[in-house]
C-alpha cells in the first residue's frame, strides 16, 4: 500500500486540552502532522479541526476511529485531495526597491495573483491564496530578488460531496428527548460487579 495525502476533518466541542491529547494519538503512531488548523464553525460552540497527514488509509481510518471515541469529538471524517477543495495562504516579504526596479518581478508576481498587503519603504508584503505547489512556486520565484521572509498557512478544506455536519447536528438538536425512563440493571447488583 502506499502512502497519499489525507484530509482530516474533525467537528468538535472547543474544549481545553483536546488539540493535545490529539496530538498524542498522532505521535504514538509515529504519523508526522503535514498541516493543522483549528477554526470556528458556522455552529456556535463547535469547532473544526483540519489535519493533513501522508499515510495509508488503513491506518488513517483507525486514526479517525480512535480520534472520534474522545469525549468532546462529534464526527470525524477523512479525505483524499481529490474529495476536498482546498486553499493555503502564502505572504510573501520582499524588498520594495526590488519591485519599482525590476519590472520582471512585477510581472511574477500578476502572474501568481499576489496581491500586496502592505507596502512600506523598505520592504512590501504580498498574499496568495492557492494551493502548495503555486505558493511554492512564487517562492521560488522570488528567491533571487531578494525574498526577505516567507510564511504560509495551514490547509482549510471543505468536502465535496457533504450535506456538511452543520444538518446532521441541526437534525439532532431537533429530536425530542425521550420520555421513557432507563433502569440501570446493575444498581442492585454493586457487589457482584465491583468486586475483584
Keep these: 500500500m502506499n502512502k497519499q495525502e489525507y484530509t482530516l476533518s474533525i467537528f468538535t466541542e472547543n474544549q481545553i486540552g483536546l488539540l493535545n491529547r490529539i496530538a498524542i494519538m498522532f505521535s504514538r503512531r509515529k504519523i508526522n502532522v503535514e498541516s493543522l488548523n483549528v477554526s470556528p464553525t458556522e455552529i456556535e460552540g463547535i469547532s473544526r479541526f483540519t489535519i493533513v497527514i501522508n499515510e495509508v488509509e488503513e491506518v488513517v481510518s483507525k486514526l479517525s476511529r480512535q480520534i472520534e471515541k474522545q469525549v468532546e469529538v462529534l464526527k ?5 485531495n481529490d474529495d476536498v477543495i482546498w486553499q493555503e495562504l502564502a505572504l510573501y516579504k520582499v524588498p520594495t526597491s526590488v519591485i519599482s526596479e525590476k519590472a520582471k518581478v512585477e510581472r511574477l508576481l ?13 520592504y512590501t508584503v504580498f498574499e496568495t ?36 455536519f452543520h444538518l446532521k447536528l441541526k437534525e439532532f438538536e431537533q429530536q425530542e428527548p425521550s420520555e421513557a425512563i432507563i433502569e440501570n440493571e446493575f444498581l442492585d447488583k454493586r ?6
Design 110 to 122: 500578476r502572474e501568481y495573483g499576489a496581491q500586496a498587503v502592505a507596502i512600506r519603504s523598505d
Design 191 to 196: 457487589d457482584e460487579v465491583f468486586t475483584m
Design 76 to 80: 470525524a471524517y477523512y479525505n483524499t
Design 129 to 164: 491564496v492557492g494551493h502548495r505547489q503555486e505558493t511554492e512556486g512564487l517562492l521560488e520565484a522570488l528567491a533571487p530578488y531578494g525574498l526577505i521572509e516567507f510564511v504560509r498557512s495551514a490547509r482549510v478544506a471543505i468536502i465535496k460531496n457533504s450535506e456538511g
